[in-house]
């Protein structure tokens, strides 16, 4: 059974920073390309960033590039969000996804973990 586990969310004043770790279990950690996705509250879900199996490539979305971190622990089978000079138009439910690393599709997704960013 294949689980993602988001943790590291909560609130912090603009500025600030924090750090989303995304435990996995079930998965061949290492065929999977992993992304963090988010959604904010009235809004459909959006794209924040994505990893490479192997951890050479990333992406980044245009609203956090420069400010966020994405990377990976093959041996830890985590993945991680760096978050900095936090706005709150950053606050939002922050996911992660696993999409195996020869396909298109986040096939397997976490719960979600809050972000709220005060002003």
């Known amino acids: 059974q294949v689980q993602l586990v988001e943790s590291g969310g909560g609130l912090v004043q603009a500025g600030g920073s924090l750090r989303l770790s995304c435990a996995t279990s079930?998965?061949?950690?290492?065929?999977?390309?992993m992304g963090w996705f988010r959604q904010a509250p009235g809004k459909e879900r959006e794209y924040v960033t994505d990893?490479?199996?192997?951890?050479?490539?990333?992406y980044y979305a245009d609203s956090v590039k420069g400010r966020a971190t994405i990377s990976r622990d093959n041996a830890k089978k985590m993945v991680y969000l760096q978050i900095n000079g936090l706005k709150p138009e950053d606050t939002a439910v922050y996911y992660c996804?696993?999409?195996?690393?020869?396909?298109?599709?986040?096939?397997?997704w976490g719960q979600g973990t809050q972000v709220t960013v005060s002003s």
């Open positions: 996804a696993a999409r195996h690393r020869s396909g298109i599709k986040y096939e397997y």
């Open positions: 079930g998965l061949t950690f290492d065929m999977y390309a």
């Open positions: 990893i490479s199996w192997s951890g050479g490539t990333t």
